[in-house]
């Protein structure tokens, strides 16, 4: 592959992953280890899946129809839906998170309030972003994600004062 920039060519080899200088900024550092990792996840799932695509490209894209964006959202979602889980995955693997809310015999699961949290589950929230380098949303979405997280009506919360938002 090629990439021209004025007077300048470069060639690359297929697969190559450029990444932004931003990227490597120490203030967002852990937002940006999932935004590397949901890219990498993109290269990872195109090799396992290129046969598979392929032939379900050909099956259901036809060239002689007009498909409309929703149409075309579909796929596009699936597959950044398989990015975000899988560099979640890579990021935050079920095991460590369950040894770090493992508390004797059970696993203590954070609540979240309607969104908020209360003082000990937002310091474990935290503690497993630092941990994982990885955002306090990113940690919450994986919570949720493995069946890690309980819901509650925000009013179900007995003490005001002591609400942190997730």
Not at 54 to 64: A, G, L, M, P
Not at 89 to 95: R, T
Request: with cysteine.
């Amino acid at each position: 592959m090629q990439i021209s920039n004025s007077n300048e060519v470069l060639s690359v080899a297929e697969d190559t992953i450029f990444l932004d200088e931003m990227l490597l900024k120490a203030e967002r550092i852990n937002q940006n280890r999932f935004t590397i990792a949901h890219e990498c996840a993109h290269q990872i799932l195109a090799r396992i899946e290129e046969k598979r695509v392929e032939f379900n490209s050909r099956r259901y894209f036809n060239s002689s129809k007009k498909y409309n964006c929703h149409e075309l959202l579909k796929t596009e979602d699936w597959r950044e839906w398989q990015a975000n889980s899988l560099g979640a995955m890579l990021l935050m693997p079920k095991s460590t998170i369950l040894s770090h809310l493992n508390t004797g015999r059970k696993i203590s699961k954070p609540t979240s309030f309607g969104g908020y949290f209360n003082e000990p589950d937002y310091q474990k929230i935290t503690e497993l972003s630092k941990m994982l380098k990885v955002s306090k949303s990113a940690v919450i979405i994986r919570l949720k994600e493995i069946g890690c997280l309980k819901y509650k009506q925000e009013t179900e919360f007995f003490d005001p004062l002591n609400i942190m938002v997730g």
